[in-house]
């Protein structure tokens, strides 16, 4: 099996523990667990085509190993002092992802998940988690609408301006990444969402759903169409990608 820092390289191209989940090495345990809370919602494998989804997989896989160790005070102080994990914290197929999952959050109803987006937007917790991606990611644009939940392309102009009243407060440095964005590369972040935004409009119609209703209402409507029992927002996610593969010729 591959190593814990060996499998962050590969699926994201760092080996900093911090850096993978989008937070500072000064983050505290609730930043830590709402960075692994946002990427894990993001590359989890229901997200991606089926050709690539063994590689999600992985990555989601990847992505708890990095928060069990961050979210280990121990570990954690090894990891910050040494740069190292132990070996025993490669990946291990044969671990219950599931219940590993479950544990770390408890099950939500689609109510909860509609509140939750009303009272974060617009929150001081927004603001901080601005602030903190915006830091780490040192003004990328790309990777701030990426990594801050319940976001979309409206919100940008909402964002900038957050940012450039932290700036002038000083409270965050003024990247260049940020405040000297290349046309082109804003350009090509709207198309992209644009476009995610008209397969999300003809999925509406293709399910019968209203031109007034949210996009929301098209997630929610996903989510009952599944299952009987899907009280759990990532009930699906973990039944169908979770599961370890078992492990072939291990010893009794």
């Not at 994990?85 to 909860?112: A, C, G, H, M, N």
């Not at 644009?141 to 940012?163: N, V």
Request: net charge negative; hydrophobic share 30%; with cysteine.
């Amino acid at each position: 099996m591959p190593g814990l820092l060996e499998s962050c390289r590969n699926c994201f191209g760092t080996d900093d523990l911090y850096k993978v989940i989008g937070v500072q090495k000064t983050a505290t345990a609730a930043e830590v667990k709402r960075g692994y809370h946002r990427l894990s919602l993001k590359v989890h494998p229901d997200r991606v085509e089926e050709e690539i989804k063994e590689e999600a997989t992985h990555k989601f896989q990847t992505v708890g190993k990095v928060y069990s160790i961050l979210s280990d005070k121990d570990k954690r102080t090894v990891y910050d002092e040494t740069g190292e994990v132990d070996d025993e914290d490669s990946l291990q197929e044969d671990k219950d992802w599931v219940d590993y999952w479950r544990i770390l959050f408890p099950k939500i109803t689609e109510e909860d998940i509609k509140n939750f987006e009303a009272k974060y937007k617009g929150s001081e917790e927004e603001r901080a988690d601005l602030k903190e991606v915006y830091t780490t990611f040192e003004g990328d644009m790309d990777e701030i609408m990426e990594h801050i939940m319940c976001s979309s392309i409206e919100d940008e102009p909402r964002f900038r301006k957050i940012i450039k009243d932290l700036i002038k407060k000083g409270e965050v440095p003024n990247f260049e990444a940020f405040s000297k964005e290349n046309k082109k590369k804003s350009a090509s972040r709207k198309r992209k969402a644009q476009a995610e935004a008209k397969e999300a409009e003809e999925a509406k119609k293709s399910l019968g759903i209203g031109a007034n209703d949210s996009l929301q209402a098209l997630i929610l409507s996903k989510q009952k169409g599944r299952a009987a029992q899907a009280d759990d927002f990532f009930a699906n996610l973990e039944a169908k990608y979770a599961q370890p593969k078992k492990a072939k010729g291990k010893k009794k």
